[in-house]
Every structure is written in structure tokens, then in C-alpha cells.
């Protein structure tokens, strides 16, 4: 096993391309030490306001560390990626984007950006306003290997092979396998977030620079159909699962609108129970707020919830 360093001054790339130079090569079972800007490139600085966020280049969002050529992964093997450890910077931000997002332009028509104080670090806990603090869980958002004959192909949506996956659960000590789809897996990874809920729905996880060590292990003739997940030990949840939960839900035909309207009526219920801005209930959704699937099997109504702990809510 040998360690690799990619420093932050090593090429970025903004679209998955089989043509990417990659930026190191590595063997089965190496280690490779990496860093990241967050998703808008710098574009976000900490004094930035809320008129900054439509103000974004959307031609320099999602810059990657990587690709990372992984020496004898073929299509039809699986690279396994374990994440060995996480290191957020010592601020990070969220924001809401007329337009984007899970809920319409209409009800939420104006930007809104807010900071916040990662010194507190894995484990600790960041402010999001009185009486209300979010647990600092670090993960990459993107975790991914190109697509097959991919060219200049968009970061986000996700695709067979990963990419903005923006999965949560995918925290240090867990372990992501993805299906090879190009020659050396080609592997890159970004859009580190400090926190976030499972949906995201606000567009916004708690963005940030980060710092991050990941283990490459080739799993020869391992074919698998898409993303799949190892995760240690113990709940998905573990530092909000000491206290109770919240849950709203919406009963649809369509489960995107059930998740809609799943949200819709826990941004009411922080505003009403625990006086919340609605911006800042939005946001909290987002960073802390989980989106389920609780039934499929009635059709032609299927039920969505959103739970949000209360471990997230202190003394002010």
C-alpha cells in the first residue's frame, strides 16, 4: 500500500469526460490525501450577502479533485472507496435559490445565504439560529467514476457511477462501491457539505472546503448495477437518535409531490411550534431534515415523510 498526496493546486474539472488528464495513478489498496473547494468554486466567500447567490457562475460550479486512475480496474469491476477521514474548513454556508430546490420559485422567491462557524469541527455542532444547532457530520457529495464514453457530461445528476450522489450516509469509516465504467475507473470527487438532511431539499446542503483521505480497493469481477454503501455499526443517525423526532407527511398519486407537500407542512410546524423564519425552516429541512418513503404498496396514494430531530433544538 503506498499514500499519495493531490494537493489543492492539482487541475480541477467541472464535467465528467473519459478524456479528463487523470491527476494521479494509483494501486489497488493505496491511500490518496485530497482537497476540495466547495461547489461554487470560491464564488462564495464568507462576507458574501444574499444578492451574491443568483449572482453565481454556473459554468464554474462543482469544481472535482481527481480523476484518479486506479491502475487495472476494467469495466465490469467495482472500486470500493473508503473514507478514512474528513476535514471541514472552519466555515461553510447554505442558501436558497429561487427556482431550485424541491419547492416552487413562488413560495420562496428571493435568495437568502447564511453563514456558518465550522470551528467545532467532526462532531461538533454549528449555530443555525438561536436555539438551534445543526450537528457538523461531514461527507462528499460527489463520490464518483466516470461514465461510460462520457463527454463533457454535466457533474450533476447523478449516473450509474456515483457522481452527486449527495448521500449523507457516506460518512468516515464507511465504505462506497461503485461499478467501473471506463479503463482506470477514472475516479473524482467534490461538493464537500458539513451537513445535510436526506433529500436536500432546499438545493443547499452546509457547503464547504474540505480536506479528505479516501482508500481505493479494486474488487475484480464484482459487477453491480449502481451505487452501493458499507456503513459501520450502528444507526444511520447516531448523534440525534438520544431525543424524539418530528414527523409531517404527504399522502399523493405522485411522490414528488408528496415530498412537497411533506415539507411544506413541517416549515409551517417550525414556524407555529418552534419560531422559526420560514427561510430558516426551509434551510433546517435541508440540513437536518429527513426525507422518507413510508408506503408504496396502496396505490394509487403513496405517503412521503419529512422528520426532523429534536436534538437539533437547545437552550437559546
Known amino acids: 500500500m503506498a499514500e499519495h498526496t493531490i494537493g489543492r493546486d492539482a487541475p480541477t474539472h467541472t464535467t465528467w ?15 490518496v490525501h485530497l482537497a476540495t473547494q466547495d461547489f461554487s468554486g470560491g464564488q462564495i466567500r464568507r462576507d458574501s450577502t444574499h444578492q451574491d447567490v443568483p449572482a453565481l457562475d454556473f459554468g464554474a460550479i462543482y469544481p472535482l479533485a481527481g480523476p484518479i486512475f486506479v491502475e487495472g480496474a476494467e469495466p465490469g469491476d467495482a ?18 435559490s429561487p427556482g431550485l430546490g424541491l419547492l416552487p ?10 453563514v456558518f462557524d465550522l470551528t467545532a469541527g467532526a462532531g461538533g455542532a454549528t449555530r443555525l439560529t438561536n436555539g438551534v444547532e445543526i450537528p457538523i457530520e461531514p461527507f462528499l457529495g460527489t463520490m464518483g467514476v466516470c461514465p461510460a464514453g462520457g463527454r463533457d457530461v454535466p457533474i450533476p445528476p447523478p449516473h450509474r457511477g456515483g457522481g452527486n ?18 479503463p482506470g475507473a477514472l475516479f473524482s470527487a467534490g461538493d464537500a457539505h458539513a451537513a445535510q438532511g436526506d433529500g436536500e431539499v432546499a438545493i443547499s446542503g452546509l457547503e464547504c472546503d474540505m480536506e479528505f483521505s479516501l482508500r481505493f480497493t479494486l474488487r475484480k469481477g464484482l459487477t453491480i448495477p ?60 435541508s440540513l437536518a431534515g429527513d426525507l422518507k418513503i413510508t408506503e408504496v404498496v396502496d396505490a394509487p396514494q403513496w405517503i412521503v415523510g419529512c422528520f426532523v430531530p429534536d436534538a437539533v ?4
Open 105 to 114: 420559485r413562488d413560495e420562496f422567491p428571493e435568495p437568502y445565504l447564511k
Open 165 to 182: 450522489i449527495d448521500l449523507r450516509h457516506v460518512t468516515a469509516g464507511s465504505t462506497l462501491l461503485l461499478p467501473v465504467l471506463e
Open 313 to 316: 433544538f437547545v437552550a437559546g
Open 79 to 96: 472500486l470500493a472507496v473508503e473514507v478514512v477521514e474528513l476535514r471541514p474548513a472552519d466555515w461553510g454556508y447554505a442558501f436558497l
Open 226 to 285: 449502481g451505487p452501493q454503501l458499507r456503513r459501520p455499526p450502528g444507526s444511520l443517525t447516531p448523534r440525534v437518535d438520544g431525543d424524539g423526532w418530528y414527523g409531517t407527511f404527504g399522502v399523493e398519486p405522485d411522490l414528488m409531490e408528496g415530498a412537497r407537500q411533506a415539507v411544506r407542512a413541517m416549515i409551517d410546524h417550525l414556524g407555529r411550534e418552534r419560531g422559526l423564519s420560514r427561510e430558516d425552516a426551509y434551510l433546517l429541512c
Open 17 to 31: 469526460d473519459a478524456c479528463n488528464e487523470p491527476v494521479g495513478r494509483i494501486a489497488s489498496g493505496d491511500v
